[in-house]
């Protein structure tokens, strides 16, 4: 656009040039290509259109191409019954229950519980992955449940998020008696993000390589490219500071990400929405364009790299540990539903797709049916003098004028079946809730039968949670534990805020307290495992008291075990159960860092 600076050299590639893999720039350029190529047509082929459907029957809409938007169907009922919508907001409700009642989101512990400071750096790990979390991963964990109910897969990337932004100033020079002699203009770099971060990738903005494994995507594919939004201002920034390779304004904007590149993600918005992506910008340098991430293994190596759209290098390729210090692929991708030999496994949304369909189809036809029969249609005689506006009008209380009433119009008559309708849609509603294994009220009421004992409610309850625990506990098996473990790993080789390492040095639970100057590199990379707590009956903070007394009680009953019990830790565990953090506002002592107070002296003997 006219008026729009923007300073940038051309780029210009040396064939003769290879890197440490022995490839030109040429050949990773061709690589990357041919890489996204293969894997966004396997996604668009394969997926895109059912993850399309999934997403309109999540937003409450017919699918594409439905007989309900058709001509045909202008003046009939399409009504669209949120019973998928429904479904999901249970799902999600059930993973908040199961993963955020309590304080702790895992549980870390050293591999080698004998090394006494891999027990150190498990303790004060723990506490600042706890608070490193805290801001980020209750939407980040809900938002993957929802992208497990509609799509599929969950997908997620764990980085060091670090973002820097220079400005100048004047600076006022002085003689040697203090006198101002000039002005120098001084550059400060000023740290913008310096933090951990998980973020959320739709499927169709992560491609990876078809062959991959289904039990484990991440570990067996041979390249991975995550496709991201950038304006063209973000991608300048790093090019003038030397990041990135110098590319011109027109090369840069031939990468404009355009709205085929995000069909899924302009399908959640919703109909009628604008797309703030292909809208006219301001300026040029808001204009969004595509830059695509690229990890691929060559001869045993994993390399990464940018590339501007799939037409430029942006960069040199690095091998993966100078990039990503702990050597692991930073994506998480997990799933609710297991399904062998399928590495794009189906969601809860398809499971139920057809029943929510067959809901609809009933649903409108009695709607329609209580119209007409509210409402019936005439058959009226060809050429006869009938006031046809009013007809149709139906206007109660009016008057509709024809010459021959008695053979001018004949009413017909509609049998209503709203009872029969009803009792296939409450049918149907059931069977949806058993597949995708929620428990509503409303089968609760329908149920005649079984609701109006106790043991029957809990027998409907317990048929539901059963699939339900199962289900959540797959999706954390598959994406809630990877991501922590990826997060935890990112924390032991990045972090660097002196305040949040003293806090959790001070609040861990290993004694004697810690100090800052103890939390050496060597202390905080130790070797550690990363745990999530998810039972059965997760979604029950009842059941789950219930479940940890009765365990506790057990071992209690064990020779040798009830003097080794940490009351303080069944406390904590009992109030954090039931959403209480650890319960020290309830009884101080089951603070992390409470201290027991000295041992008061005996009072002084008056006669002494």
């Not at 110098?246 to 031939?254: A, K, R, V």
């Not at 091998?319 to 994506?331: A, K």
């Not at 296939?424 to 039968?449: C, D, I, K, P, Y």
């Not at 506002?585 to 006669?607: R, T």
């Amino acid at each position: 656009k006219e008026g729009d600076v923007l300073q940038a050299e051309e780029q210009t590639y040396d064939d003769a040039a290879t890197d440490m893999s022995g490839m030109s720039e040429t050949e990773w350029v061709d690589l990357g290509r041919r890489c996204y190529d293969t894997g966004r047509t396997f996604y668009r082929q394969g997926y895109q259109t059912q993850h399309l459907d999934n997403t309109r029957m999540f937003k409450g809409r017919h699918e594409f191409g439905s007989k309900y938007d058709s001509e045909a169907f202008r003046n009939r009922s399409k009504v669209f019954r949120p019973l998928t919508r429904m479904a999901s907001r249970s799902w999600e409700a059930d993973i908040a229950t199961s993963l955020f009642l309590n304080d702790d989101y895992m549980h870390i512990s050293p591999r080698n519980v004998s090394d006494v400071d891999a027990v150190k750096a498990a303790a004060v790990l723990k506490e600042i992955v706890n608070m490193r979390l805290d801001k980020i991963w209750y939407p980040i964990c809900i938002g993957a449940a929802q992208d497990t109910f509609i799509n599929g897969p969950a997908i997620a990337k764990v980085f060091w998020w670090h973002e820097t932004a220079t400005t100048t100033r004047e600076v006022a020079v002085t003689d040697e008696m203090g006198n101002i002699i000039g002005l120098e203009t001084v550059k400060e770099e000023k740290v913008v993000h310096d933090e951990p971060y998980i973020d959320l990738i739709l499927p169709e903005n992560f491609i990876f390589d078809p062959t991959a494994k289904a039990n484990d995507v991440i570990g067996t594919g041979n390249y991975f490219i995550h496709r991201k939004m950038m304006s063209v201002d973000d991608v300048m920034v790093r090019m003038n500071s030397g990041e990135w390779n110098l590319l011109s304004p027109g090369e840069i904007l031939t990468c404009r990400w355009a709205m085929e590149d995000d069909a899924v993600k302009q399908s959640k918005r919703g109909e009628g929405k604008p797309d703030p992506v292909n809208n006219d910008n301001a300026d040029t340098r808001y204009e969004v364009v595509m830059v695509n991430e690229v990890f691929v293994r060559r001869d045993g190596v994993w390399y990464t790299y940018h590339m501007m759209g799939t037409q430029f290098l942006l960069e040199e390729p690095v091998e993966l540990p100078q990039r990503y210090h702990h050597g692991r692929l930073p994506f998480a991708y997990g799933t609710a539903m297991i399904e062998s030999h399928n590495n794009v496994p189906d969601s809860k949304t398809q499971l139920g797709s057809e029943l929510q369909r067959a809901v609809n189809e009933i649903s409108n036809q009695r709607i329609d049916n209580v119209k007409l029969a509210l409402n019936k249609r005439y058959l009226a005689r060809r050429g006869a003098t009938i006031d046809l506006a009013a007809l149709t009008r139906s206007t109660p209380g009016g008057v509709i004028f024809t010459n021959d009433p008695a053979n001018d119009l004949v009413a017909q008559e509609v049998s209503d079946v709203t009872a029969s309708s009803y009792e296939e849609v409450q049918r149907l509603t059931m069977e949806m809730n058993e597949a995708q294994g929620t428990f509503s009220g409303q089968a609760v009421a329908n149920n005649r039968e079984m609701n109006e004992t106790v043991g029957g409610m809990k027998l409907l309850s317990n048929a539901a949670t059963k699939v339900n625990d199962f289900d959540i506990r797959t999706f954390v098996f598959t994406f809630v534990r990877p991501v922590l473990e990826l997060f935890m790993l990112t924390v032991q080789y990045y972090e660097n805020d002196q305040t949040i390492m003293a806090i959790a040095a001070d609040n861990s639970a290993y004694f004697p307290r810690l100090k800052l100057e103890d939390l050496t590199d060597d202390l905080m990379t130790k070797q550690l495992e990363m745990k999530v707590d998810t039972g059965i009956g997760a979604t029950d903070p009842v059941q789950r008291v219930n479940t940890l007394m009765y365990g506790v009680s057990t071992v209690m009953n064990l020779p040798g075990m009830a003097e080794n019990m940490d009351a303080k830790a069944v406390g904590s565990a009992i109030f954090s159960t039931l959403g209480q953090g650890d319960g020290a506002k309830f009884f101080p002592n089951l603070a992390k860092n409470f201290k027991e107070p000295p041992p008061s002296e005996p009072p002084m003997d008056p006669l002494v």
